[in-house]
């Protein structure tokens, strides 16, 4: 018995773990210097560049372009005061909240609640139609609108086939008609996460709502919506920041006009950058909309239940 007993506590006791362990030792890190130099160089390096361009006054042209100096915070103060920089924030969010925080995301979870009733064959087809519309190239998709809201176009054709006045948007609300065009450019891509989220939503208690006596309406508000929360501020943060960049779209269809009445910041920026030669300032600029991205992102970080953010 003293032998077993003497004997036990060797098979029990536990491994030492190996002297390498999971350390990172030089010669394991060797394999992955390419990886980490390609990221230093590709990513890293245009940022650091970007944070420097921003507090200088570089120029294509001109003396920025010759001899170009700090100029500290100089062009966050002049766009700042700036009415047309104001304008293209004004035009940004508006365009963001009617294309992306409600057009996109409300038209979005409405596809992803008919396909769920909906049999094969109209869920393959409105599918198809929807991710075609998305998967088009920004380019191609901007001209396609741009003749659809233009003065012979298809929307004044069904209008005045039905006895309605024709109708000019692109000049009369030229931001309406862009987000309009990013709603049925982009909606696909809400489609595809409400109704990946609202796969994994159980059966039964949708059945148990309805046998306490809850109306299709009560059922979308009382179970749908809490259950789909992550979902939808996800959805939201990633449609938002998207949109916020959205360019091509704009530039094809309106070119920021008319009188800047479409000019949003991604325009603008370019603009300042390329028209009027001042990459400083355009740079700037750049970085003042990716904080409207960042202060939009923590909004929709506190939407998230606490366990979804760890």
């Known amino acids: ?20 362990g999971d350390r990172l030792t030089p010669i394991r890190a060797l394999p992955m210097l ?19 361009l921003a507090f200088t006054d570089s120029a294509i042209r001109g003396d920025g372009a010759a001899n170009t100096s700090f100029v500290g915070f100089q062009n966050f103060t002049d766009a700042l005061t700036d009415g047309d920089f104001w304008n293209s924030v004004l035009l940004t969010l508006m365009f963001t909240i009617i294309s992306a925080v409600i ?20 869920t393959f087809v409105v599918t198809s139609i929807v991710i075609a519309a998305w998967i088009l190239p920004e380019v191609v998709a901007g001209y396609l ?15 005045t086939s039905v006895g309605l006045p024709a109708q000019d948007l692109l000049f009369s609300a030229p931001i309406i008609a862009v987000s309009f065009a990013n709603i049925w450019r982009g909606a ?26 809850a109306g299709p309406v009560r059922r979308f508000r009382s179970v749908t919506v809490p259950l789909l929360r992550p979902a939808i ?3 939201l943060m990633l449609t938002t920041l998207q949109t916020l960049s959205v360019f091509g779209l704009i530039f094809i269809m309106t070119g920021g006009g008319p009188a800047r009445q479409s000019q949003t910041l991604p325009l603008y920026m370019y603009e300042q950058a ?16 990716l904080l409207i991205g960042a202060a939009a992102s923590l909004v929709y970080l506190r939407l998230l239940p606490e366990e979804d953010k760890r």
């Not at 018995?1 to 390498?20: D, F, G, H, I, K």
């Not at 390419?34 to 420097?52: K, V």
């Not at 996109?104 to 596809?111: A, F, I, P, R, S």
């Not at 390329?274 to 003042?288: I, R």
Request: proline residues 4%; glycine residues 8%; charged residues 10%.
């Open 233 to 235: 501020a996800t959805n």
């Open 274 to 289: 390329f028209s009027y030669g001042q990459l400083g300032y355009g740079t700037a600029v750049a970085l003042l909309l």
């Open 188 to 213: 696909a891509f809400s489609m595809l996460v409400y109704s990946a989220a609202l796969s994994s939503v159980p059966g039964d208690v949708y059945e148990s709502a309805a046998l306490d006596g």
């Open 103 to 122: 057009g996109q995301n409300v038209l979005g979870m409405l596809l992803a609640l008919l396909m769920e009733r909906a049999n094969r064959v109209v």
């Open 1 to 20: 018995m003293s032998t077993a007993y003497a004997e036990a506590p060797n098979r029990t006791a536990p491994q030492r773990r190996s002297r390498l």
């Open 145 to 159: 609108l741009y003749t659809f809201f233009a003065d012979e176009g298809s929307l004044n054709l069904i209008l």
């Open 34 to 52: 390419p990886a980490a130099l390609l990221l230093l160089g590709f990513m890293l390096g245009p940022i650091l560049y970007s944070l420097y």
